[in-house]
T-cell receptor
C-alpha cells in the first residue's frame, strides 16, 4: 500500500517552454501533497505544500508564478514549471500524506533537463 | 530553529559488518521522526516512523531507535543491497507538519 507515482519519469525540454509533472497517490487519498527538488548530492528541498482544493503554500524563495501547483483531487497534484530555463534543471520529487498517518510517501521522481 | 544533523556523511562497511547511523535533532514539539532510504535517481522509500523516546522499530536487518535528542539506525550484518543513502527527517509542531530533512548518510556495503 501507500504507492505514489509520478509522470513523466524524465523530460527534456527547450528553454522557454513549460513542463507539467503529475503526482498521483494510487491506493490512498492524499489530503496533502508536497513538492521537493533535489540537486546532485544534496538533500531534499521543500518547494511547496498543497492541500486538496486549496492554494499551495510556497517556501521562501520559491517563485509561485514559475512553479504552478494544482491539487484538484485527493489523488492528483500537478507541478507546472513555466518558461523553464537551464537553472530549473533538477530532480523533482512529490510526496503524499493521507488522513490517518503523518507519514509522507514519496514518488519516484522526475528528472527535468532544460536545454 | 528546527534542525536535523546526520552522521557520518558516508560510511563504508564490509558485508556482515554491523554499524549504526546517527540522527541528531532539535525541534519544537516532535510529532514524528522518519527514516527513509534513497537509491540513486529514485525517490525516498519509507522505512520507519518513531513518535516517542524509547520507541524501537525493526525491519529485516534494520532497527531504528529514538531518544529525546537523537535517533539511531542500526544495521545488522549488512548486505551489498543495503547500499543507499539513508535520510532522517523530523516533523515538528509547526504549520502543515512539514518534514525537516538531514543531509543523509551514504552507506556503501562491499562484498
Amino acid at each position: 500500500g501507500a504507492v505514489v507515482s509520478q509522470h513523466p519519469s524524465w523530460v527534456i525540454c527547450k528553454s522557454g517552454t513549460s513542463v507539467k509533472i503529475e503526482c498521483r497517490s494510487l491506493d490512498f487519498q492524499a489530503t496533502t501533497m508536497f513538492w521537493y527538488r533535489q540537486f546532485p548530492k544534496q538533500s531534499l528541498m521543500l518547494m511547496a505544500t498543497s492541500n486538496e482544493g486549496s492554494k499551495a503554500t510556497y517556501e521562501q524563495g520559491v517563485e509561485k508564478d514559475k512553479f504552478l501547483i494544482n491539487h484538484a483531487s485527493l489523488t492528483l497534484s500537478t507541478l507546472t514549471v513555466t518558461s523553464a530555463h537551464p537553472e530549473d534543471s533538477s530532480f523533482y520529487i512529490c510526496s503524499a500524506r493521507g488522513v490517518i498517518t503523518d507519514t509522507q510517501y514519496f514518488g519516484p521522481g522526475t528528472r527535468l533537463t532544460v536545454l | 530553529e528546527d534542525q536535523v544533523t546526520q552522521s557520518p556523511e558516508a560510511l563504508r562497511l564490509q558485508e556482515g559488518e554491523s554499524s549504526s547511523l546517527n540522527c541528531s535533532y532539535t525541534v519544537s514539539g516532535l510529532r514524528g521522526l522518519f527514516w527513509y532510504r534513497q537509491d540513486p535517481g529514485k525517490g525516498p522509500e519509507f522505512l520507519f516512523t518513531l513518535y516517542s523516546a524509547g520507541e524501537e522499530k525493526e525491519k529485516e536487518r534494520l532497527k531504528a531507535t529514538l531518544t529525546k535528542k537523537e535517533s539511531f539506525l542500526h544495521i545488522t550484518a549488512p548486505k551489498p543491497e543495503d547500499s543507499a543513502t539513508y535520510l532522517c527527517a523530523v516533523q515538528g509542531g509547526g504549520s502543515q507538519g512539514n518534514l525537516i530533512f538531514g543531509k543523509g548518510t551514504k552507506l556503501s556495503v562491499k562484498p
